[in-house]
C-alpha cells in the first residue's frame, strides 16, 4: 500500500523534470539558431568580399552579390602587387604600426601606473580631463592638429605620422583600471627590498598586466592600422601613404574608369588579414582583459 501511494508524486516529479528538460532544450536549439542567423548575416560580407576579389571585373559588376566566383581568377590581386604602389603602402603601415603599438603600450601603460598608484596634486583633474579627452570626436583635432604638425616641422614626414599616436586616452583609462585591481602589499613587498618606483612598475607590477597589456596591444594595432584621418592631415607625398591613405586613393578611381571591385575588395581583403589574424590569436586575452577592466570599472 505504502508502495502504491509513493508512485504518482515520484512520476509526478519525474514528469515535471522530463518537461523541465525538454523546455531548456529547445530554448537552447532557439538560442543557437538565432546565433548561427545573426552570425552568418555578420560573416555574409566578408564572404563577398573574397569571392568578388577572385572575380573577373564583369562578373563582379553582374553577380556581385554571388559568393560564387565564375570563373576563379587571381588577376586582381597580380595588379594589386604589380600595378599599385601597395607593397609601398604596406610597408609604410607595418613601420608605423609597430612603432605606435609599442608607444602606445609603454607610454599608456606608464601613465595608467602613474595614476593608479602615484599621489600627486591635480591627479583626479588629470583623470578627468583624460576621460573627457575620450570623449571628444575625432574630426574635431584635425585641424588643429593639421596646425600643430606644421608649427613643429613634423608634416609630410615619418614622425608626423608616428609621434601624435604614440599615446591615446583610452589605453591609459584601460591599464589605470587594471593597476588599480592589483593588491598594494605586492608592491609595498618590492619596495621593502630596495626597488624604486620604475623598478617595481617595470619588473613586478607590469608582468602582472598580461591580461591588460595584450587587449591595449591588440586596440593599438588594430587602431593605428586602420588609421586614416591622420593621415589625412600629417602627410601629402604619396611615398608616405599607408595602407587607409592608399586605399582611399585607390578607391577614388585613380588607376582609371570602371567599378574595378575585384581590384578594390582584393586590396581591402589584403589589408584586413593582419589585424583579423592578430585578433585570433590573442582572442581569449582580450576577452580576459576587457572582462577584468569592465568589472574593476
Known sequence: MDVLTQRPPVEAASGRRGARAARTLVNRILGYAILIFFGLVFLYPFVIQIANSLKT???AAANGLSPIPDPVTLAAFERI???TNF???LGNSV????LVTVGRVFFDSLAGYALA???FRGRAGLFAAIIAVMAVPGVVLLIPKFLVLKQLGLYDSYSGLVVPLLA???GVFIMKQFFESVPVSVEEAARIDGAGIFRTYWSVVLPMAKPA???LTILSFQGSWNEFPHSLVAVQSPDLFTLPRGLADLFSGSLGKGNQYPLKLGAALLATIPVAVLFAIFQRYFVRGANEGTDKG
Open 87 to 89: 607593397p609601398l603602402w
Open 95 to 98: 613601420l608605423v604600426t609597430v
Open 117 to 119: 598608484r602615484l599621489r
Open 81 to 83: 602587387f604589380g600595378g
Open 213 to 215: 597589456l595584450i587587449t
Open 57 to 59: 571585373e564583369p562578373d
Open 168 to 170: 591615446d586616452a583610452a
